[in-house]
């Protein structure tokens, strides 16, 4: 955490009292409404769903790849719940749609023993680092719809990775697929002074929180 | 494709724009007192707020900071600003910042803040959109989203760099143009409710035969839908994905 308690600001009052905060803001968020920022820091790719594949490697017994269509025949699940971004917006009761990652996972024959951690990627290069345990156990989604609809490409579309459960960069846009690995690898922002675990309710934003 | 842990995992993607700096991971722990020495309105809409911060360690053009201000009883409300000021060993740094209507930074900021206020900074923060004046970059800005980038035109100015730099800032009007009389011979102004948004035809004379030995790291910064219209102009002016950076707000 910060280094000292906050410093009370002259005359400032803000939006809400401490005591009436919405319980499911974590801290130093606020509730962005019906706003959905985006913050992707490259060029959104076109990438047509035609040509989207996944890929789950590295420590799993049977690494393999889907095609849009082998994806979609998957057994559904959906995400309806909160998000929370960096920048410190939050978003309430989002809903999207696609497939557990649990599904894949089990699809790749399921993680090797030594796997504990895995790099998300995305079809541009982005990347992510996570615990197993975060994408594991109904935690993390590959999603193609939001509200219903199919998934914009700025916000990630034509799929996406989800783990709402951390800060939203870890939530991979325009995913390509998941490298099973036996350690932690900083990813893209994680490199640029970001944490490396992004636990929202902890206030983990930067390395060194 | 890497099928083994051994070695750092490369994704068989393209892309992946590296960060240009290491970040100092202390600086960007602490929360600091800024003292507000100064307060300049820019346009109608946006303010320079002037912070002293004592144990500032430093920034580079394009870096952000995060603000915070803390109500009696406890209440928090935190916003990421981008530094506008040069790195200049002051101990001082500037933010400009839009009032945002109904925003509650933003608002304070702009209507209650004074002269002799306290607020609280951690920063500076990430390495992604950091200029360090080795390339030659090109600078797309919309709105606000100028800030950053003047922090790299200053910072060129004020070290008597060489390395080129153009900049490219749109904004609806005159009186919307923030930094209206600092722009130089490296800016061209776009008011888009007269001349209509950027266009291939801005970017064409920089591109192509029009850039510098070893081409240009382009930055690009905005609301969302001008970061999406300009980086689409820059590729389709063939500048390469990987060396456009782009900050949106949100």
Redesign the interface.
């Known amino acids: 955490m910060?280094?000292?308690d906050?410093?009370?600001?002259?005359?400032?009052?803000?939006?809400?009292?401490?005591?009436d905060?919405d319980p499911r803001l974590p801290?130093?968020q606020?509730d962005a409404r019906d706003?959905w920022?985006?913050?992707?820091?490259?060029?959104?790719p076109r990438l047509d769903a035609a040509d989207w594949t996944l890929?789950v490697?590295?420590?799993v017994a049977r690494?393999r790849t889907w095609t849009w269509a082998e994806a979609h025949a998957l057994p559904p699940s959906r995400y309806a719940g909160d998000i929370h971004?960096v920048?410190?917006?939050s978003k309430f009761g989002v809903r999207f749609g696609g497939v557990s990652l649990d599904t894949f996972l089990a699809g790749a024959g399921g993680p090797l023993p030594a796997a504990t951690h895995v790099?998300a990627?995305?079809?541009?290069?982005?990347?992510a680092n996570l615990p197993l345990a975060d994408v594991t156990g109904g935690r993390a989604w590959i999603v193609w719809e939001y509200d219903g609809e199919p998934l914009p490409p700025?916000h990630g579309g034509p799929a996406r990775l989800i783990v709402p459960h951390l800060y939203f960069w870890k939530s991979v846009k325009w995913v390509?697929?998941l490298?099973l690995?036996?350690?932690d690898?900083p990813g893209?922002?994680e490199?640029?002074?970001?944490h490396h675990r992004g636990d929202p309710w902890r206030e983990e934003?930067?390395?060194?929180? | 494709?890497?099928?083994?842990?051994s070695g750092?995992?490369v994704?068989?993607?393209?892309?992946?724009?590296p960060?240009r700096i290491a970040?100092n991971?202390?600086a960007?722990?602490?929360?600091q007192?800024g003292l507000i020495t100064e307060i300049r309105q820019e346009t109608h809409a946006a303010a320079t707020f002037r912070l002293k911060v004592p144990d500032w360690q430093g920034h580079l053009p394009g870096q952000h900071l995060?603000l915070?201000?803390?109500?009696?009883?406890?209440?928090?409300?935190?916003?990421?600003y981008s530094l506008a000021s040069a790195p200049d060993g002051s101990g001082e740094i500037e933010l400009t910042l839009d009032h945002v209507p109904g925003g509650?930074v933003s608002g304070?900021l702009h209507t209650?803040?004074r002269v002799g206020?306290?607020?609280?900074v951690?920063g500076p923060?990430?390495?992604?959109?950091a200029w360090p004046g080795d390339r030659p970059a090109l600078l797309l800005g919309a709105g606000s989203g100028v800030v950053p980038l003047m922090s790299m035109v200053r910072h060129h100015r004020r070290a008597g760099l060489t390395v080129p730099l153009r900049l490219i800032v749109s904004a609806r009007t005159r009186a919307d143009l923030i930094y209206a009389d600092e722009y130089g011979a490296e800016t061209e102004v776009v008011l888009t409710r007269a001349e209509g948004r950027l266009t291939a035809r801005h970017l064409a004379p920089h591109l192509g035969a029009g850039q510098p030995d070893g081409g240009w790291e382009a930055y690009v910064c905005g609301s969302?839908g001008f970061?999406?219209h300009a980086?689409?102009l820059?590729?389709e002016g063939g500048q390469p994905?990987?060396r456009?950076?782009?900050?949106?707000?949100?």
């Open positions: 910060t280094a000292h906050p410093v009370p600001t002259r005359g400032f009052t803000g939006r809400a009292r401490a005591a905060r801290p130093g606020y706003t920022p985006v913050l992707s820091a490259e060029v959104t890929r490697g590295g420590l690494p971004c920048t410190s917006w790099v990627y995305a079809h541009t290069g982005y990347t700025e390509a697929g490298e690995l036996d350690h690898e893209f922002w490199k640029n002074g970001y934003r930067y390395a060194g929180d | 494709m890497t099928e083994t842990t750092a995992f994704p068989p993607t393209a892309f992946a724009v960060g970040v991971e202390q960007a722990a602490r929360w007192q995060m915070r201000l803390t109500a009696p009883d406890g209440y928090v409300a935190q916003r990421h509650e304070h209650v803040a206020d306290t607020v609280e951690r923060l990430s390495g992604f959109f969302n970061a999406e980086s689409r820059l590729v994905v990987d456009i950076r782009i900050e949106r707000f949100g």
